[in-house]
């Protein structure tokens, strides 16, 4: 990574800790410039506009859950592997909490923008098909019983995973992981029975 990629890489990480501490509508140019450290003049340098700039952050969120996704070890026991998947997204902890802050305030504004729906719908539309991967080895691992739309099923578990989010960020930190962690545990049971 380049001087100029990594402080590119700072100003959107300033926008993510903007908006997880002040919501979205605070990730102004001028905010975002005082968080990182910078001059607007800077920050207007890599981002034209303040929607740029948004839908870059975005996009940087969605490269860091990737990044994320590709440490899980796919060799181990379907069951095992999806449930590790899910609780990357899931407030577990404040570092998963404050990612899912930001990540539930760009997926609000994505139903009215139609620039962060489009980021919004191939983020999900991934992790549908990754989730619909892994319930088929299950199947055919036989640790599943078998489903004729693992797709579908996939696309529940997304359901279920942002209703959890929202849920979870709800509660007071001491109650999150003990519901979160029962939440996902019941599902799971009843997924793969």
Do not use: C
């Not at 899980?72 to 404040?94: F, H, M, T």
């Not at 919004?120 to 549908?128: F, V, Y």
């Not at 055919?140 to 739309?149: F, R, Y």
């Not at 960020?169 to 962690?181: D, F, S, V």
């Amino acid at each position: 990574m380049t001087g100029e990629q990594r402080r590119g890489a700072h100003v959107l990480d300033a926008v993510l800790d903007v908006i997880a501490e002040r919501g979205l509508e605070a990730a102004t140019m001028r905010t975002v410039a005082a968080a990182a450290g910078i001059s607007l003049a800077q920050v207007q340098y890599y981002f034209r506009s303040k929607d740029e700039l948004v839908a870059s952050a975005f996009r940087h969120v969605s490269e860091r859950l990737d990044e994320k996704l590709a440490t899980i070890d796919l060799a181990g026991p379907p069951r095992k592997v999806l449930r590790q998947a899910l609780e990357l997204r899931l407030p577990l902890d404040e570092e998963r909490a404050r990612d899912a802050r930001v990540w539930l305030a760009f997926s609000a504004a994505s139903v009215t923008s139609p620039m962060l729906a489009g980021i919004a719908a191939t983020t999900d539309a991934e992790l549908r098909v990754a989730f619909a991967r892994l319930l088929d080895t299950a199947i055919a691992d036989g640790d599943l019983p078998e489903m004729t739309d693992t797709e579908t099923e996939a696309g529940l578990l997304l359901a279920v995973l942002d209703g959890l989010v929202i849920q979870g960020l709800t509660l007071p930190a001491e109650e999150r992981y003990t519901y979160l962690n029962q939440s996902l545990n019941a599902h799971l049971g009843r997924l793969f029975g």
